[in-house]
């Protein structure tokens, strides 16, 4: 009898769109497919976060900066994980700053366990935050209610369009100070499943992921489906970026990436 999983990720385009192959049912002549059901859950990433203290899914989108808080409780997915080299989350104002300038300021930042607010702490320790959900931070500094913002997925895509300034793009920031990759986010899955349900799906994800690049077009109308504001050609451009290499396995960067970024050495199911 097949085993039954709930698997939860964002509505992002990039999680909506790796995600599409097993929704859809393209892999249902997949054996390694026809082990498991799923149910899947859609909910805002630092929600996501915050239910993975409680176990409360099989299979979780989570940031990586709060695998250190239930590193007992998952595993984190070889497949799945949004990683890119010299880009990343960006700090961006109402009007031109100077990074020193930023401790004058409150940045708006998308939550506490983010991995954005991780490397911005890495970036410029002791900041004054104030959160808020990620996709309210863009319009906020349109509407002049805060003047600096930890902006991450499309809206990074959107901020000069709205007139803002860029003042750091951490991804490029840490490729000048590391020479590494900026990790974000990824796949986990409960420790306490068995071992072969573990690998097993960690496969499954893996040919996930392989798939919805090979048919780019229409995962990027099963991600465009969430609605982010965003048109099919910049939902493909968003996804082309963080859908990539890293995506199908991190390799010996990655994995040493996400080790630095969070002082620890995480354990992975190799998909």
Sequence with gaps: MPTHLVIAHSPDSDDAYMMAPLALGWMDQD???QAF???FVRLDIEKLNQHSFEERYDISAISFGVYPHVQHQYDLLTAGSSIQEGTGPLIVSRVPLLPEQLSTHTVAIPGMHTSAYLSMQKYHPHLKVQVMAFDQILPSLERGEVQVGLLIHESQLMYQEKGLHLVADLGQWWK????????????AIRRALPEEIKLTFARCMKKSVIMARERHWESVDYAQ??????????VSRYVT????????DPGIRGRLAVNHLLDLEAIWIQG
């Design 31 to 33: 054996s390694d497919r």
């Design 225 to 234: 489906s969430f609605g982010r504001g965003m048109d099919r050609e910049m």
């Design 37 to 39: 059901t799923f149910d």
């Design 176 to 187: 000048q100070q590391f020479n590494l990759p900026l990790p974000m986010g990824g796949n």
């Design 241 to 248: 970026a963080w859908v990539n290499n890293f995506t199908v």
